[in-house]
């Protein structure tokens, strides 16, 4: 009997083989093992134990704390990889671990990415998976390059409700910081900001990429018309993702 695998498995880890796995491989001692499966079995994300996650093909490192990038966001990193050309000038808006930033630069060549987030501990992480002169700190555009003019702005703002943030999975709720979360009263409150600012900061033709949920999507293509954008809803079944885009 495997031990980890049953302690995993009556924490509530569905996938409690695969996870005993990555933590064999991720820890350098038995202590070491020892102790990430008890930050595990207490409800911390396995991301955030193991340090890392893996998305859109790449590895990117995760610490505590900071948003984990979901399989669904991999839909925004296909849309934006599809419209760049080699050498675009792309931001990473609320970019947690600047994992879409990342995967965007590992599929566009010489793309010239620049990350924001307004969460100190997102920030720092990101500088570990991307440029650190170009991932900053600040509240949505404000300390960008003020001359900077984006081809694609990819913006993964949160949109979570604040009275549903109580219904998150433990994982989410209390293990990632809530400024991550939070999206007001109908979660788009911040949305609301970004897309009103967003207009001047795109080249011409530019394209903004926010990701939404089904419910809030037309709310959020409202709003991108009401910015003099021209909005499109993207959805993908098989990784529940959402994207609204809106192209100047």
């Known amino acids: 009997m495997d031990l980890l695998v049953t302690r995993l498995r009556s924490a509530g880890c569905v996938f409690a083989e695969d996870e005993a796995a990555a933590l064999r491989e991720a820890a350098g001692s038995p202590e070491e093992l020892e102790t ?31 948003f984990v990038p979901r399989l669904r966001s991999t839909l925004m990193v296909d849309l934006a990889a599809a419209l760049l050309p080699p050498g675009a000038a792309v931001i990473d808006l609320g970019c947690g671990t600047g994992a879409i930033g990342a995967a965007v ?83 788009l409150d911040i949305q609301r900001r970004l897309i009103a600012a967003a207009p001047p900061w795109l080249a011409p033709g530019g394209t903004l990429l926010v990701e939404s949920s089904r419910q809030q999507a037309e709310t959020t293509a409202t709003l991108m018309t009401a910015a003099g954008l021209k909005p499109q809803i993207h959805t993908d079944a098989a990784r529940d993702g959402t994207v609204v885009s809106g192209q100047c």
């Open 105 to 187: 630069a590992a599929r566009v060549a010489q793309a010239e990415v620049w990350a924001v987030d307004i969460d100190p501990a997102a920030v720092a992480c990101a500088r570990l998976n991307l440029p650190a002169d170009h991932v900053l700190e600040g509240d949505l555009f404000s300390p960008l390059p003020p001359d900077l003019k984006a081809d694609v702005i990819c913006a993964n703002a949160p949109y979570v409700p604040t009275a549903a943030i109580a219904t998150m999975p433990p994982e989410a709720r209390d293990h990632e910081h809530r400024v991550a979360l939070d999206g007001g009263p109908d979660g």
């Open 36 to 66: 990430m499966a008890v930050r595990r079995i207490a409800g911390e994300p396995l991301e955030q134990v193991l340090g890392y996650a893996d998305f859109a093909g790449l590895r990117l490192r995760v610490t505590p704390g900071v």
